[in-house]
């Protein structure tokens, strides 16, 4: 009412969870919003921070990447945002985009900040089911979206102001072994989220 301006919204980090509703987090307003299978949309967030992307690990627990505060942790129910990686050793991250899952457990994540060919200094992280944080790769110019393959044996990382989609081999003690390009792209603004379809084809959102 009152010639009020009505908010608007950038929505990321579309995710279902296993009732079917589809959560996506709105950055620039610190919203997260639930959309039930008949399409209801509500609030289930509004806070101090700025959510860039969201997964739901398989225990059901929600995950956000927030560009402000890190890695935290969504209550659905209630709401409350609760920190869980906020730093890597005493560092701070860049500016962390988005997250995804291995049936281990572990959680690989892109902290793309404000990285670009100005300033490669995207890195992509992996926090290991037991608990603990490792940098597995830098100098990156904005690494955004990431996926595993469904052998969980190759990471693919979008960099968006490289164009391109980048190619993590993936050893079995987690190292990456010779990482390099996997697709060169061109035109547009660059690649930003993936998914990988049940034909392990790679789909990139450009």
Do not use: W
Not at 155 to 182: K, Q, S, Y
Request: hydrophobic fraction near 40%; aromatic fraction near 10%; charged fraction near 20%.
């Amino acid at each position: 009412g009152g010639g009020e301006i009505p908010a608007g919204s950038f929505l990321e980090g579309p995710s279902f969870d296993r009732a079917g509703n589809l959560y996506v987090v709105d950055i620039p307003y610190g919203r997260i919003f639930r959309i039930s299978p008949l399409g209801k949309f509500e609030v289930v967030a509004e806070y101090d921070g700025e959510p860039n992307g969201l997964r739901i690990h398989k225990d059901g627990r929600i995950f956000v990447a927030d560009h402000k505060l890190g890695i935290v942790l969504l209550d659905a129910a209630s709401g409350k945002i609760t920190p869980f990686i906020t730093r890597y050793h005493r560092e701070h991250f860049k500016g962390v985009n988005d997250l995804t899952f291995a049936s281990t457990g572990d959680l690989y994540f892109t902290d793309q900040g404000q990285s670009d060919y100005a300033d490669r200094t995207g890195r992509v992280y992996r926090y290991t089911a037991a608990g603990a944080l490792h940098k597995i790769a830098d100098c990156l110019p904005s690494p955004n979206g990431l996926v595993l393959n469904a052998k969980e044996d190759m990471l693919f990382v979008a960099v968006t102001r490289g164009n391109a989609v980048l190619r993590f081999p993936l050893a079995p003690d987690g190292t990456v072994a010779r990482m390099g390009v996997f697709i060169q792209l061109s035109g547009g603004r660059g690649p930003d989220g993936m998914t990988i379809d049940e034909h392990d084809g790679l789909v990139v959102a450009h």
